[in-house]
Nanobody, 115 residues
Framework: QVQFVESGGGLVQARGSLRLSCVASGRISVINYMSWHRQAPGKQRELVAVINAGDITNYVDSVEGRFSISRDSAKFAWYLQMNSLKSEDTAVYYC?????????WGQGTQVTVSS
């Protein structure tokens, strides 16, 4: 019902930057919030950043001040600007859309930070 195109992952050196993008399409009704999550090997998936319909944002403490989430409502797109990357940011990053009370996940994009 909802499809995603995630992009922007890759290999970057520590202290570098990457920008992730997620574009949703399909049966999108009421967008409650858009978010980014990540899962490192051997660890549970964690919420990284979220932005709601009122553009209020929230971040996990470990990325506060380094990452920034934004959205383009007209395009059903949201972004994660990641600066000052650290090796511990290495993970698969997933976008998530809360649409009319239902969660939808993107396919994930790998981010690898080399030290």
């Amino acid at each position: 019902q909802v499809q995603f195109v995630e992009s922007g992952g890759g290999l970057v050196q520590a202290r570098g930057s990457l920008r992730l993008s997620c574009v949703a399409s399909g049966r999108i009704s009421v967008i409650n919030y858009m978010s980014w999550h990540r899962q490192a090997p051997g660890k549970q998936r964690e919420l990284v950043a979220v932005i709601n319909a009122g553009d209020i944002t929230n971040y996990v403490d470990s990325v506060e001040g380094r990452f920034s989430i934004s959205r383009d409502s007209a395009k059903f797109a949201w972004y994660l600007q990641m600066n000052s990357l650290k090796s511990e940011d290495t993970a698969v990053y997933y976008c998530q859309l809360m649409n009319g009370g239902t969660r939808y996940w993107g396919q994930g994009t790998q981010v690898t930070v080399s030290s």
